[in-house]
């Protein structure tokens, strides 16, 4: 299954050069996990860590949840995979988990994220609060956080993808 990454514009405006890099690094952590079976894409980097592609991809759909509905719009969304008791849950897989439910998941999370943020300014206040401050935080910063977040762990993924099957690059 081959993955294609849309490139983003060079001299859009803002909001559509914030939106055209997170799309990318979505993009890119999908890219990533393209062509893997459940196994693989389950498979821990280097015990005893538990970091794998598909857990990547749950802590994905979590912090989409957290800032788009939870954070921006003020939803009462509870996280899907962690929990005060067990803070990494998303990357701590059972046998029920799967690939097709950790993708859909993910989907739907980046789905409401674009919903939401098409009800918002760049410089719109959120009505939510983060659990790390107090502070009114603005779409802008959300969209650059989320940036930030995905190409961090799109480095990780790329430890994990090559350490799988040799694939590198991009």
Same mark, same amino acid.
Do not use: C
């Given at each position: 299954m081959?993955?294609?990454? +849309?490139?983003? %514009? +060079?001299?859009a405006d803002e909001r559509?050069?914030?939106?055209?890099f997170l799309d990318h690094h979505r993009? &890119?952590?999908?890219?990533k996990c393209a062509g893997l079976d459940d196994a693989q894409?389950? +498979?821990a980097? *280097?015990?005893?860590s538990v970091l794998s592609l598909m857990g990547l991809v749950r802590h994905? %759909?979590? *912090?989409?949840?957290?800032?788009?509905?939870? *954070?921006?719009?003020?939803?009462?969304? %509870?996280?899907?995979? /962690?929990?005060?008791?067990?803070? #990494?849950?998303?990357?701590?897989? +059972?046998? %029920?988990? &799967?690939?097709? #439910?950790a993708y859909a998941t993910w989907q739907a999370e980046i789905a409401a994220a674009r919903s939401n943020s098409a009800r918002f300014a760049l410089d719109d206040v959120t009505k939510g609060r983060s659990r790390f401050t107090e502070e009114p935080i603005t779409l802008r910063w959300? /969209? &650059?956080?989320?940036?930030?977040?995905?190409t961090r762990h799109n480095g990780h993924a790329d430890l994990l993808r090559e350490r799988l099957d040799g694939a590198t690059g991009e």
């Open positions: 081959t993955i294609k990454r +849309t490139e983003p %514009a +060079t001299n559509s050069m914030l939106e055209g993009q &890119t952590l999908e890219m894409l389950r +498979t980097s *280097v015990p005893p994905m %759909a979590d *912090v989409e949840r957290s800032w788009f509905r939870r *954070v921006l719009a003020d939803e009462d969304a %509870a996280p899907l995979h /962690y929990s005060d008791e067990d803070r #990494d849950g998303e990357f701590h897989l +059972t046998d %029920a988990d &799967t690939w097709e #439910d959300i /969209y &650059t956080h989320m940036i930030e977040e995905y």
